[in-house]
């Protein structure tokens, strides 16, 4: 496509050539897709006809899988495979997953397969279901499957690629496991980004706010709180704090306690355990209104459980939960390095915002009303959506803005005697990187161990292990004389590139961090194979979609080219090059991906030389230009 | 400011458009900071071909290498010291003044007891005090290095901010520790 590689300084798409992106919020308890539409985010809506897909997924014994609100319908009848809240166990191991007795699901605590010697204690949690054994990733990637095909519905064409939100306080292990689950989606991740940001842009850019806010976002299952100044244009994450495991469902949790205590109950079956966790969560959202709440219930042992739960009683014991929120807000903005006072405005999100003693709290600890004039369910996608835009090159100059976010969590590596050596502290901006020098313990030593943690903690085994990997052939020297530069990359996504130097002679090892909780490449494949049955069927819709987009962005580029530079061209020529036009427009309809790609070859083929002749003009404009501008800063 | 006319083999100083002093006005920096990420940033060239994106991440890392370096006054001070070749032996020179080390000692158990007392009102008040310390030393480095350029004065000053800052961290690590 030769014309297309010309393009204006600064501007490197054409006017007019729309590319499909979408903002993805991966939630909880429920998921959403958005896109930019003329300019206004929206949120899209699903086959079903609804804008919020609940995140569940339920496998069936002949391997087909069901997501979203059916799935939903069956999660008490068929608990052990419908898979609800699977965000909790997203790059998780067996002993994070605490609730397990709790949960209906068969756990199976995996060894990691691809840790290097000396191991780490267990890779992902994976769930055994009637269709074999899953991980999160790949039920994650389930859902994130049904929204990529119902935004391709509804945008009539192929995703250029999708923003997916995680929770500020994510730790590596948790976002390489989204974006994995993305890749096995076939979604082009254009950017990770942290919830309660996507939160802060939405509400930002709508409301032209500017100072210091405050977004704390409760979810389903993550809690963060992230202190931003907005200032012209600018989105700066000053600070961000939070805790990966408290959300709505706890909340859940605390009433299906209550009732197991009021009832005398002990080990209920999976099922039993789904509908008191059911029924917990429609009192939860019914004390949002009401001052009580009535909850029936038939368990399979025959036994009826019949209590009534008032709103006191719901705030008495949820009171530690409320509590425990508190806390990274005060570590937040003492890492910001401000008062509650110095706070402009509170955003509020995610759905657990809506119970009051959340909110009283909230206010009492800002002593101001939290802002909840926008959907708290809709606003992460909706910001989503924004960047997604931004970032797949669709923005115009009037709405450019820019996002500065943090890394959530230190990094580091360990040292002797198991404590960890902090390289970039939290809250750091990134992208970042940043190196450090180490050297051996004993003589003569020619390896050496690179333990890669994630935490604040001073020991190592209280942080997160995220990789382990060796340098070896380090030349023998007395202890202490080697110097091993270890550099730490942290990508626009928060994820974490690691590599080591020996300096004298220069041997070197690197890593893209995943093994210990992550996937290994292995495991991606497999599963990629596991789902070739459904890729094949896709295969040739695939190739035709891609033809007829390619096939529509040439036309629109020659096109304007023939608009702004057909004085170039003689009539012949031009002629030449409309004809073929026309012969490609022709084959947009048939469905031939193959004849398709014949005619773009042959209009390629007629405007290269008029390609050459605008391209002489470009470059004699964009020098003219340069001297210009460097005259003017000398 | 044009891309074309970045360079990023410029100090830290140049790149903001800077002069090269400790006293440094940080309005002027953030402004200029910002005004460098709108133009290097990786979202800016997310759709462009995979090694536009790595020079991007590249630039945006420099940029906000080079920003937390000029705006935290010890990080500074020990930059601006290392282009005039003066090496500040944080780790190696350790002959303090005994009254400074003292002084060090005492920081150290008063924090230490505030914090097991769990008592936050002396704790702020340590924060105060260290506070209003380390902006009298940050006041005379910028004499010794701007006015004096007497930089082996101003490399002393720099190891006793470093101390001060290891005090901050503590005071930081005790509210933490005190879970409020």
Not at chain 1, 443 to 466: F, K, N, P
Not at chain 1, 566 to 589: F, H, K, Q
Not at chain 2, 99 to 112: C, G, K, N, V
Request: proline fraction near 3%.
């Amino acid at each position: 496509m030769a014309l297309l590689q010309i393009s204006e300084p600064g501007l490197s798409t054409l006017p007019h050539q729309h590319r499909l992106a979408v903002g993805i919020d991966l939630g909880t308890t429920n998921s959403l897709v958005a896109t930019v539409r003329n300019g206004i985010s929206v949120v899209l809506n699903n086959e079903s006809g609804g804008t919020i897909l609940p995140s569940v997924v339920r496998y069936l014994a002949d391997g087909s899988v069901v997501v979203g609100e059916a799935a939903q319908a069956m999660q008490n009848e068929d608990a052990a495979n419908t898979i609800v809240s699977v965000k909790r166990f997203m790059g998780r191991g067996l002993k994070d997953v605490g609730e397990i007795s709790r949960l209906p699901y068969r756990f199976v605590g995996v060894p990691s397969s691809s840790v290097a010697p000396g191991g780490l204690p267990g890779g992902m949690v994976q769930i055994r279901t009637v269709a074999g054994v899953k991980s999160p990733v790949e039920v994650s990637a389930e859902i994130l499957r049904v929204l990529r095909s119902s935004a391709e519905a509804a945008l009539g064409g192929e995703l250029v690629g999708a923003v997916i939100t995680v929770p500020a306080y994510f730790d590596d292990a948790q976002r390489q496991a989204t974006k994995d689950a993305a890749k096995l989606a076939g979604l082009n991740v254009l950017r990770l980004l942290n919830e309660p940001t996507a939160a802060a842009i939405a509400y930002g850019l709508d409301n032209a706010a500017e100072g210091i806010y405050a977004v704390y976002d409760l979810g389903g299952g993550t809690f963060d709180i992230s202190i931003l100044r907005l200032s012209r244009g600018v989105f700066e994450v000053l600070s961000t704090n939070g805790d990966s495991a408290l959300g709505g469902d706890d909340f859940d949790q605390r009433i299906h306690c209550w009732l197991l205590e009021k009832n005398h109950l002990s080990a209920l079956s999976p099922r039993d355990t789904r509908l008191l966790l059911t029924h917990a969560r429609a009192a939860k959202e019914q004390l949002t209104d009401h001052g009580e709440a009535h909850i029936t219930a038939m368990l399979s042992t025959g036994e009826v459980i019949d209590n009534v739960l008032t709103r006191s009683e719901f705030h008495s014991i949820t009171q530690n939960l409320v509590q425990r929120t508190l806390q990274p807000l005060r570590r937040a903005l003492r890492d910001a390095k401000l008062n509650p006072s110095d706070i402009k405005g509170v955003v509020m999100v995610g759905g657990a915002t809506r119970m009051p003693q959340v909110k009283n709290a909230v206010k009492e600890f800002f002593g101001q009303m939290p802002l909840t004039n926008l959907d708290p369910d809709k606003v992460v996608a909706l910001g989503a959506a924004i960047q997604a835009n931004l970032l797949a090159g669709n923005r115009s100059g009037v709405d450019d803005w820019l996002l500065l976010d943090v890394i959530p969590l230190s990094l580091g590596i360990e040292t002797m005697g198991g404590l960890v050596e902090k390289i970039i502290p939290r809250n750091t901006t990134i992208p970042t990187a940043r190196a450090q020098e180490f050297t051996t313990f004993k003589d003569g030593q020619t390896a050496m161990s690179i333990h890669v943690v994630q935490g604040e903690r001073e020991l190592v085994s209280d942080c997160r292990s995220l990789a382990k990997f060796e340098l070896r052939g380090i030349p023998p020297m007395v202890a202490g004389a080697a110097r091993i530069r270890v550099t730490f990359q942290v990508d626009a996504d928060g994820l974490l590139n690691v590599s080591a130097r020996e300096m004298s002679k220069g041997i070197e090892a690197a890593i893209v961090v995943k093994p210990s909780y992550g996937l290994s490449d292995s495991e991606i494949t497999r599963m990629l194979q596991d789902s070739t049955q459904h890729a094949q069927d896709d295969m040739q819709a695939r190739a035709l979609r891609e033809q007829q987009t390619e096939a529509e962005q040439l036309l629109e580029a020659v096109q304007h080219a023939l608009d702004m530079d057909g004085d170039l061209l003689g009539a012949d020529d031009r002629a030449r090059i409309e004809t073929r036009m026309n012969e490609l427009r022709g084959t947009l309809p048939l469905a031939d991906h193959a004849a398709i790609k014949r005619a773009i070859v042959a209009l390629n083929d007629v405007t290269v030389s008029f390609a050459q002749a605008r391209m002489d003009k470009s470059v004699a404009s964009v020098l003219a230009g340069r001297n210009i501008s460097d005259l003017e800063t000398k | 400011m044009q891309l074309a006319n970045l360079d990023f083999q410029k100090n830290h100083f140049d790149l903001f458009g800077l002069a090269q002093s400790f006293r440094t006005d940080i309005a002027q920096l953030e402004q200029q900071y910002r005004a460098l990420q709108t133009l290097v940033h990786p979202d800016k060239s997310a759709h462009l071909p995979d090694a536009e994106q790595r020079l991007a991440m590249q630039r945006a890392t420099l940029v906000n290498e080079a920003y937390q370096t000029l705006r935290n006054p010890l990080r500074r001070a020990r930059y601006l010291l290392s282009l005039h070749g003066v090496d500040t032996q944080e780790e190696t020179n350790t002959a303090m003044p005994p009254d400074f080390l003292m002084a060090q000692m005492e920081w150290r158990e008063a924090i230490a007891e505030a914090q097991q007392a769990r008592d936050i009102a002396a704790l702020d008040e340590l924060a105060a005090r260290l506070q209003h310390e380390t902006h009298a030393l940050e006041d005379g480095l910028a004499d010794r290095i701007d006015t004096e350029k007497n930089h082996a004065a101003a490399a002393e000053l720099v190891r006793k901010l470093r101390f001060m800052e290891k005090l901050a961290e503590e005071i930081h690590a005790a509210y933490d520790a005190m879970d409020i």
